[in-house]
């Protein structure tokens, strides 16, 4: 498998350079640049009836003057209240009094599964407004103030469904009296009452006149009136629960020459005996499961066996195609089934081409699957569809990440079993998203079922077919389940797969030493079985960890023998990236002879080979070695060609990355309004990319080019912001490197401060004998020296 990770986005973002004089603007998307408004609301639920008094409490939020207005509200009540209902046909009444958007999510606080948590739902409110996803805090107190931040100055309508617990909500809430939250939920969620000032609805069982508008609004068109005495009997069945009267009302609509006396009397026959089962506290209970029961028994058989079996998919919502697997059928027949528990109210279709179960009918359809399938038709289905899943995403690598390798050997689709294909990226990429909460239900469904094989192997596909816009290490957890899975197995090769691509997570997330972790777990088990080109790719991967966190040694040992592995190979390719990354830490210990030969060797076999973005990579580091080298003009050339190449193939990670020797080579050869602008252009895709080491670094350009331009307090501001993020990363060498250029730009202004900066740089290099840090030791002694204020002539 491959030896790296990458992930690239949308150039969405706009630089403001000016001219030197003036200062540095960042502008991201998600701000009056970026992304259009957010509109999420799902639409209006089809044939509303009733609830005027509630409606206009609601009316009520946004009509009152400012210094009175709510920005909270709960809406509480029970299950098939109609809680949702409500508050969609609200929303929807009032959206164009929110201008600058709406935003909704289901917390599924009462599902099977798990509730959607706090900062999962702040991952997906912030990239609606553009923000990036590797820019997204990971930190939930970090997250939600970006929240805020973003709408303090917005007319935003947040509604928030299904929520269980105010921990769910609370960082949900935008902070500002221009917003207004709606929140519906089972409990009354008193804390946000009594903390947040909320405003609390309940919602209770229908009027019996309302209960029989809900059934006439369902069946006009096809019956005639029925009475209000029968009606009314028909609501008491239904516990006047708007859920289990649209249910109801659906199946007499369906059967508009089938008197009403008739469908009661099969209605009261489920109440018996549902009844037989119930204590007394259950009525409402009762009756909701007696009108599922009797729609149930009324459906084709066909459309009662999909129904069932949709208790088992694992996810929140499911496609046609994994619908038609899970039922076993072509695409053709599962449209129709799924028509019909559409049309009888037992399935929502919330989107188009998208179905999702109440979580009362899903609930009930666990039941009736656990009663009516045999354990080996449950296993054979959720088989068919983890089979769908599993070669859709191999499907959809292909788009997304065609230069990486298959998983070899894939478990074979069941018959019948026909999985998606793509004809374009934005195809392949939109599909993921659409299934990235059901990725991880999925492998563990498929690892608590007992299939440990389609786990490991689902779990290793979708890492090559994630969305970019997933949040930063969202794969972690997947990873997780599927490398339990082939340890079961035995299987020893899956083991290092999953473990190599951990890693490359892990680095995604900043948690370097976890990542070596994995890398050397890999290691070791590709050594363990022969596995020569797997080892080769991990002893890359791991030199890299290394290189990255400042242990240059271990770095050069590790991808000498990547680099000679790969040779025994005669993986030409992959010995000149091996051979590249050797030349970086031979540069950044300062052997510039090593590393001026290394990258000449390693730019000849990709030029001879026509790789693009090694090409562009052996560049970059060329660019350095030669500017130190003291050639700024060939350094300048080679940044301008790497750079070039990374805008040719869109490739957003690497243009970032390159800039930085762009600006380099600028900033040397006095270019100074060019150097900042490099810069700029580097630290916002780095924000957008979540990599806050390279952007920290852009940040430390930035500043040693207004100490040039003498303006140190500009500098100054830049170099400390740059030191706080490599501190708080762990590197070094790269805080060091900063706290020096700090203790330059503060000189002037404070000369305490200057000599405590130099003093931890110092310290920071501690005995690290390579040149470059001999030659930094040395810079900082002969400062500390010339300074002569009161502190000593040297570092203590």
Request: proline share 4%; net charge negative; glycine share 8%.
């Amino acid at each position: 498998m491959s030896s790296h990770s990458e992930h690239t986005g949308d150039a969405r973002d706009v630089v403001q350079a000016g001219n030197v004089s003036g200062g540095i603007h960042f502008h991201t998307a998600g701000d009056e640049h970026g992304a259009a408004p957010p509109r999420q609301l799902p639409g209006d639920p089809r044939g509303f009836v009733n609830r005027t008094d509630e409606l206009a409490v609601l009316d009520a939020l946004v009509v009152a003057d400012d210094a009175d207005r709510q920005s909270l509200c709960v809406i509480a009540g029970t299950a098939g209240a109609g809680k949702t209902s409500l508050a969609l046909h609200w929303a929807h009444r009032v959206r164009e009094q929110f201008p600058d958007g709406q935003l909704h999510v289901n917390l599924r606080g009462y599902d099977p599964g798990e509730p959607v948590p706090a900062a999962e739902a702040l991952h997906r409110f912030l990239a609606a407004f553009g923000v990036p996803s590797g820019a997204i805090p990971t930190d939930l107190d970090a997250a939600a103030a970006m929240y805020r931040s973003l709408l303090a100055d917005r007319r935003i309508l947040v509604l928030l469904d299904n929520a269980a617990t105010v921990a769910q909500v609370r960082p949900l809430l935008p902070g500002t009296p221009h917003c207004l939250t709606v929140v519906t939920s089972r409990s009354s969620l008193s804390g946000l009452s009594v903390r947040d000032g909320a405003h609390r609805l309940t919602l209770g069982t229908l009027a019996e006149p309302e209960a029989a508008a809900l059934v006439r609004a369902v069946t006009a068109g096809y019956r005639r009136e029925d009475g209000e005495e029968k009606l009314a009997e028909l609501a008491q069945l239904c516990a006047r629960l708007p859920l289990a009267l649209r249910i109801a009302a659906e199946r007499a609509a369906m059967r508009p020459h089938m008197h009403l006396d008739e469908l009661i009397a099969d209605l009261r026959d489920e109440s018996a005996l549902w009844d037989a089962l119930s204590v007394e506290d259950e009525e409402e209970a009762g009756a909701v499961h007696s009108v599922f029961a009797w729609s149930y028994r009324a459906l084709p058989a066909d459309a009662a066996r999909m129904f069932r079996l949709l208790g088992l998919h694992p996810g929140p919502d499911l496609g046609l195609g994994a619908a038609a697997a899970l039922a076993g059928v072509c695409t053709r027949q599962a449209r129709r089934q799924l028509d019909v528990l559409v049309g009888a109210s037992m399935l929502e279709q919330a989107v188009p081409r998208r179905f999702e179960l109440h979580d009362l009918l899903r609930a009930y359809a666990v039941d009736q699957v656990q009663q009516e399938e045999l354990p080996e038709e449950r296993t054979a289905a959720l088989r068919r569809v983890l089979g769908w899943y599993l070669h859709t995403a191999d499907a959809a690598q292909r788009w997304i990440r065609p230069d990486e390798e298959h998983v070899p050997e894939l478990m074979p689709l069941d018959d019948g079993v026909e999985p998606l294909d793509f004809t374009s990226r934005e195809e392949a990429l939109d599909w993921a998203h659409q299934e990235q909460d059901t990725f991880l239900p999925a492998v563990r469904a498929a690892a608590e079922a007992g299939l440990d094989r389609h786990a490991w192997q689902l779990a290793a596909v979708v890492w090559n077919a994630q969305a970019p816009s997933v949040p930063v290490a969202f794969w972690l957890p997947i990873g997780e389940v599927g490398l339990r899975s082939a340890r079961r197995l035995g299987d020893e090769w899956a083991q290092a797969l999953l473990l190599e691509n951990m890693g490359f997570d892990a680095v995604q997330a900043h948690r370097t030493e976890l990542a070596r972790e994995y890398h050397e777990g890999a290691l070791a088990l590709r050594r363990g079985l022969g596995d020569r080109r797997g080892e080769a790719d991990s002893l890359n991967a791991l030199g890299l960890v290394q290189m990255r966190t400042g242990d240059r040694d271990g770095a050069a040992e590790h991808l000498g023998q990547a680099i000679a592995a790969f040779g025994d190979l005669e993986e030409d390719h992959w010995q000149a990236v091996a051979r590249a990354n050797l030349a970086e830490v031979h540069y950044l210990a300062g052997h510039l002879e090593e590393a001026h030969d290394g990258i000449i060797a390693a730019l000849a076999t990709h030029r001879a080979a026509g790789n693009g973005p090694s090409i562009g990579n052996t560049l970059r580091i060329l660019s350095a070695i030669q500017l130190e080298q003291g050639d700024p003009h060939q350094a300048l050339r080679a940044a301008e060609e790497a750079v070039e190449l990374a805008v040719e193939l869109r490739d957003h990670l690497a243009e970032g990355y390159w800039l930085l020797a762009l600006g380099d080579a600028q900033r040397a050869l006095d270019r100074l309004t060019d150097a900042l602008e490099s810069y700029q252009r580097s630290a916002i895709l780095h924000r957008r990319l979540g990599d806050r080491s390279r952007e920290a670094r852009a940040w430390q350009g930035t500043g040693q080019t207004y100490q040039l331009l003498h303006r140190e307090q500009d500098a100054a501001g830049f170099h400390r912001r740059a030191a706080a993020v490599h501190q708080e990363l762990g590197e070094t060498w790269l805080e060091a490197l900063a706290l020096e250029s700090l203790g330059t730009a503060v000189q002037g202004q404070d000369p305490h401060e200057s000599h405590q900066c130099w003093t931890r740089a110092f310290h920071l290099i501690g005995d690290d004998n390579t040149p470059r840090a001999t030659q930094a030791r040395q810079r900082i002694s002969a400062m500390l020296a010339g300074a002569a204020d009161g502190h000593g002539t040297g570092p203590e």
